[in-house]
């Protein structure tokens, strides 16, 4: 912002007025120039030799105005008595802009505040017109547009990417019926089991009342104060404990709309269903000291990284896919499905891909768009309904209530980010923000005055006609929700070693942030329920002396059928789509083997940035100058899915000595990657202590690189870190 420096005397504004009659010859930075110029031309006409250099080179700019539509001579002063006087109360211009800056916020989610959406598209593949009268699932080919949004669930707005914790996968479908939200995460299970608990467990997983940290971490005492009284987390603390927590980009994630829902065909007939997604890039994770450093890398890593996607046009996709089910089925699986603390294992009902989303657009402004989509599960279409999930229950009032407080309105379905692209009336009206013109005397139904006013439709919107269960009234837990432990243990032996020995080693982490011994024992006592191996590792890397007693269950665990598709690593594809190569250079680096290395990361599908100590890029062997997409200080192999090292040996010999150059191949190793290097490059590996395996090899041989960056090198993980 430029400000007129006050009590600027004379002598010296003539002096500023002639240094920016110097700067315009000298073509001066334009800030500088500015601000200079506007200072010194102040007097009471600012209009003149400053406003061309407003101008950028070619623009046809309309003119500024108030909110009013009143044209702006003057943007940089303010009105006041004397050039060196008071400001006047006069001054409706300054008013107008001050005011509106001092409301520009609005109160950002008490949960999924940080978020990252994108625009595209759904198209549905397979028809369940058997089971369903929402068009948006019955017409094969059909393009639906829909609004995406990503979020972590614990950090405020500005809190970072990368933290341990759930992702939001909302989705707005704006189909010709009404807008559909498919409010989901990307786990499939939660914490709790009744929308009464809600509150308390995002109490107490945000940063704790009194001192106000931390953000966005699980890892301390309230939130495990809190699970430790409430077994039937157990379940989802597994989930959340593995890498599914730390994913390594938006676009590699899976999505669930975790409750049964209902499909209702023409007949009124209902099926139950769930949804998932499941991304075309397969899963991928991070491993969580990536993941640590990524937080200070770039606290917008994968807003980052999805931006970056769908600029270089490389959409990310999922596939929808559907658990269909009846009542029949239902009454017979060894869990209630309406409990939100199980899932329905693939073995048991697979899954029917149906169709595909496709994000091809990035918003044209983060507030009006990622900021103010307001998404509500209650938003349903003739065909779907509701199942009796007490949690989803609780989720259709929590939605509205929270949009009326955070944009303020009940017309909030007008802005253009949640308004249904179909025609919608009815005679709801008024309040504040009203921006529709309703015409005639008719707001009212039945009436008889306008033939034009809308009217209840046979293809509207019915709910399922089931009969309600026998049973009383009452605040109660039923029975068939009570065993908290067997699907907890059904997803640690599902995993696989490598991934198990994450979970232990996430739950050593998280429990030696806790300072609370009683907490931390309590945890462990539960762990006994799911897999006594678990708990004793966990018990050793806290440093317990004996296993703490196992709590009373209400059911005793089950040994469930393992159930490969829970895993990540049995869901990793091996491929370099999608993916992002870090190429360090320096002057003298070999101008053959970076291009040979380019084409054949480009050919596998992935982006290569070239980093290098200047970011002006360096003077390649042919004598070529190359540029760089990140200086090396700023940019480290956690930004990057594999790196190679190409240097001559002088750079290579300087850079060793060099602190984050040494650091961008050992946290590369660290972290799992691929790395490939040059001789010049053996220098840094040497410096950082790194042996050759067979994820590290020769920077001439693109191939065995490309090979081994399609993965990560799990194998080596022993080497380089104690887990639990
Ligand atoms: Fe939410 N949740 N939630 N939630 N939730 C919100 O609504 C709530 C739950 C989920 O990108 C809030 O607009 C209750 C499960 C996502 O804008 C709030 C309960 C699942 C998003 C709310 C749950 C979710 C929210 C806060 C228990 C996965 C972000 C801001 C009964 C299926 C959507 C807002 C976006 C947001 C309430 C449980 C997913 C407070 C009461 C289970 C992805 O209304």
Same mark, same amino acid.
């Given at each position: 912002?430029?400000?007129?420096?006050?009590?600027?005397?004379?002598?010296?504004?003539?002096?500023?007025?002639?240094?920016?009659?110097?700067?315009?010859?000298?073509?001066?930075?334009? *800030?500088?120039?500015?601000?200079?110029?506007?200072?010194?031309?102040?007097?009471?006409?600012?209009?003149?030799?400053?406003?061309?250099?407003?101008?950028?080179?070619?623009?046809?700019?309309?003119?500024?105005?108030?909110?009013?539509?009143?044209?702006?001579?003057?943007?940089?002063?303010?009105?006041?008595?004397?050039?060196?006087? +008071?400001?006047?109360?006069?001054?409706?211009?300054?008013?107008?802009?001050?005011?509106?800056? $001092?409301?520009?916020?609005? +109160?950002?989610?008490?949960?999924?505040?940080?978020?990252?959406?994108?625009?595209?598209?759904?198209?549905? *593949?397979?028809?369940?017109?058997?089971?369903?009268?929402?068009?948006?699932?019955?017409?094969?080919?059909?393009?639906?547009?829909? &609004?995406?949004?990503?979020?972590?669930?614990?950090?405020?707005?500005?809190?970072? $990417?990368?933290?341990?914790?759930?992702?939001?996968?909302?989705?707005?479908?704006?189909?010709?019926?009404?807008?559909?939200?498919?409010?989901?995460?990307?786990?499939?299970? &939660?914490?709790?089991?009744?929308?009464?608990?809600?509150?308390?467990?995002?109490?107490?997983?945000?940063?704790?009342?009194?001192?106000?940290?931390?953000?966005?971490?699980?890892?301390?005492?309230?939130?495990?104060?809190?699970? *430790?009284?409430?077994?039937?987390?157990?379940?989802?603390?597994?989930?959340?404990?593995?890498?599914?927590?730390? +994913?390594?980009?938006?676009?590699?994630?899976?999505?669930?709309?975790?409750?049964?829902?209902?499909?209702?065909?023409?007949?009124?007939?209902?099926?139950?269903?769930?949804?998932?997604?499941?991304?075309?890039?397969?899963?991928?994770?991070?491993?969580?000291?990536?993941?640590?450093?990524?937080?200070?890398? $770039?606290?917008?890593?994968?807003?980052?990284?999805?931006?970056?996607?769908?600029?270089?046009?490389?959409?990310?996709?999922?596939?929808?896919? @559907?658990?269909?089910?009846?009542?029949?089925?239902?009454?017979?699986?060894?869990?209630?499905?309406?409990?939100?603390?199980?899932?329905?294992?693939?073995?048991?009902?697979?899954?029917?891909?149906?169709?595909?989303?496709?994000?091809?657009?990035?918003?044209?402004? &983060?507030?009006?768009?990622?900021?103010?989509?307001?998404?509500?599960?209650?938003?349903?279409?003739?065909?779907?309904?509701?199942?009796?999930? +007490?949690?989803?229950?609780?989720?259709?009032?929590?939605?509205?209530?929270?949009?009326?407080?955070?944009?303020?309105?009940?017309?909030?379905?007008?802005?253009?980010?949640?308004?249904?692209?179909?025609?919608?009336?009815?005679?709801?009206?008024?309040?504040?923000?009203?921006?529709?013109?309703?015409?005639?005397?008719?707001?009212?139904?039945?009436?008889?005055?306008?033939?034009?006013?809308?009217?209840?439709?046979?293809?509207?919107?019915?709910?399922?006609? @089931?009969?309600?269960?026998?049973?009383?009234?009452?605040?109660?837990?039923?029975?068939? &929700?009570?065993?908290?432990?067997?699907?907890?243990?059904?997803?640690?032996?599902?995993?696989?070693?490598?991934?198990?020995?994450?979970?232990?080693?996430?739950?050593?982490?998280?429990?030696?942030?806790?300072?609370?011994?009683?907490?931390?024992?309590?945890?462990?006592?539960?762990?006994?329920?799911?897999?006594?191996?678990?708990?004793?590792?966990?018990?050793?890397?806290?440093?317990?002396?004996?296993?703490?007693?196992?709590?009373?269950?209400?059911?005793?665990?089950?040994?469930?059928?393992?159930?490969?598709?829970?895993?990540?690593?049995?869901?990793?594809?091996?491929?370099?789509?999608?993916?992002?190569?870090?190429?360090?250079?320096?002057?003298? *680096?070999?101008?053959?083997?970076?291009?040979?290395?380019?084409?054949?990361?480009?050919?596998?599908?992935?982006?290569?940035?070239?980093?290098?100590?200047?970011?002006?890029?360096?003077?390649?062997?042919?004598?070529?100058?190359?540029?760089?997409?990140?200086?090396?200080?700023?940019?480290?192999?956690?930004?990057?899915?594999?790196?190679?090292?190409?240097?001559?040996?002088?750079?290579?010999?300087?850079?060793?000595?060099?602190?984050?150059?040494?650091?961008?191949?050992?946290?590369?190793?660290?972290?799992?990657?691929?790395?490939? @290097?040059?001789?010049?490059?053996?220098?840094?590996?040497?410096?950082?202590?790194?042996?050759?395996?067979?994820?590290?090899?020769?920077?001439?041989?693109?191939?065995?690189?490309?090979?081994?960056?399609?993965?990560?090198?799990?194998?080596?993980?022993?080497?380089?870190?104690?887990?639990?």
């Amino acid at each position: 912002m430029q400000h007129r420096p006050v009590g600027v005397d004379r002598p010296l504004l003539i002096l500023l007025r002639s240094f920016a009659m110097a700067s315009k010859k000298t073509a001066t930075p334009r *800030s500088t120039t500015r601000s200079t110029t506007r200072t010194g031309g102040a007097t009471r006409d600012s209009r003149g030799q400053g406003d061309e250099l407003h101008q950028p080179a070619g623009g046809k700019h309309p003119p500024l105005t108030t909110n009013q539509g009143l044209p702006l001579s003057d943007n940089q002063n303010s009105l006041h008595a004397t050039p060196r006087g +008071p400001g006047l109360l006069e001054d409706f211009i300054l008013r107008e802009k001050i005011t509106h800056f $001092d409301h520009e916020r609005i +109160p950002e989610r008490i949960v999924h505040a940080r978020g990252s959406g994108a625009h595209g598209y759904f198209e549905l *593949s397979k028809s369940l017109a058997r089971y369903t009268t929402a068009r948006i699932l019955t017409e094969v080919g059909e393009r639906t547009p829909l &609004f995406c949004r990503f979020s972590t669930v614990a950090g405020g707005a500005g809190s970072i $990417d990368t933290p341990r914790d759930v992702r939001g996968f909302a989705v707005k479908f704006y189909t010709q019926q009404g807008n559909w939200d498919l409010v989901g995460n990307n786990i499939p299970v &939660f914490f709790i089991q009744d929308a009464m608990k809600f509150p308390d467990v995002v109490h107490s997983v945000k940063m704790e009342p009194d001192r106000g940290f931390p953000q966005a971490a699980s890892a301390h005492d309230t939130f495990w104060d809190f699970i *430790s009284l409430t077994p039937e987390a157990m379940h989802m603390i597994m989930w959340a404990m593995s890498d599914r927590a730390i +994913p390594r980009s938006l676009r590699m994630i899976e999505g669930f709309g975790v409750h049964s829902f209902r499909l209702l065909n023409a007949k009124g007939a209902s099926t139950f269903v769930k949804f998932h997604w499941r991304p075309k890039l397969g899963l991928q994770s991070a491993v969580w000291d990536e993941a640590c450093k990524l937080a200070g890398a $770039d606290p917008d890593f994968h807003r980052r990284d999805l931006f970056e996607a769908i600029e270089n046009g490389d959409y990310p996709e999922w596939e929808l896919a @559907v658990q269909l089910f009846t009542q029949e089925q239902a009454d017979a699986f060894p869990f209630d499905h309406l409990d939100a603390t199980k899932l329905i294992p693939e073995e048991l009902v697979p899954l029917t891909v149906i169709g595909r989303m496709v994000l091809d657009r990035w918003p044209d402004n &983060f507030f009006a768009e990622t900021e103010q989509v307001a998404f509500c599960p209650s938003h349903v279409v003739p065909g779907i309904d509701f199942s009796n999930d +007490p949690l989803l229950q609780g989720r259709l009032f929590s939605y509205l209530d929270t949009q009326l407080s955070r944009l303020g309105s009940p017309n909030f379905h007008q802005l253009p980010i949640n308004a249904p692209k179909c025609p919608f009336a009815n005679l709801q009206r008024d309040g504040h923000m009203q921006m529709r013109v309703p015409r005639g005397r008719v707001n009212y139904e039945p009436s008889s005055l306008d033939p034009q006013s809308p009217r209840e439709t046979p293809a509207g919107f019915r709910s399922a006609s @089931v009969p309600a269960d026998d049973g009383a009234k009452g605040r109660v837990r039923p029975e068939s &929700f009570a065993d908290h432990y067997s699907q907890a243990r059904q997803f640690y032996r599902s995993q696989t070693p490598y991934e198990q020995a994450h979970i232990a080693s996430a739950l050593v982490f998280e429990l030696s942030k806790v300072g609370t011994a009683h907490v931390r024992e309590a945890i462990v006592g539960h762990l006994r329920h799911i897999d006594s191996a678990l708990a004793r590792r966990v018990a050793d890397g806290l440093g317990l002396a004996a296993l703490p007693a196992a709590p009373p269950a209400a059911v005793a665990a089950k040994d469930l059928p393992v159930s490969p598709p829970l895993q990540i690593i049995g869901k990793m594809k091996s491929t370099l789509q999608g993916r992002c190569v870090g190429l360090l250079i320096d002057d003298g *680096s070999d101008a053959g083997t970076v291009r040979a290395l380019r084409k054949a990361v480009e050919a596998a599908g992935a982006r290569v940035k070239i980093v290098a100590p200047r970011i002006g890029g360096a003077k390649l062997s042919d004598g070529k100058p190359q540029t760089a997409d990140g200086q090396l200080a700023g940019t480290p192999s956690v930004v990057f899915d594999a790196v190679a090292v190409v240097l001559a040996d002088k750079a290579g010999k300087r850079l060793a000595k060099e602190g984050a150059a040494i650091d961008f191949v050992r946290d590369a190793y660290g972290h799992l990657k691929a790395i490939a @290097v040059d001789q010049g490059g053996q220098w840094l590996l040497d410096a950082g202590g790194i042996e050759r395996d067979e994820g590290v090899v020769d920077a001439s041989d693109a191939r065995s690189f490309v090979a081994a960056a399609k993965g990560r090198l799990w194998e080596r993980e022993a080497k380089v870190r104690t887990l639990a």
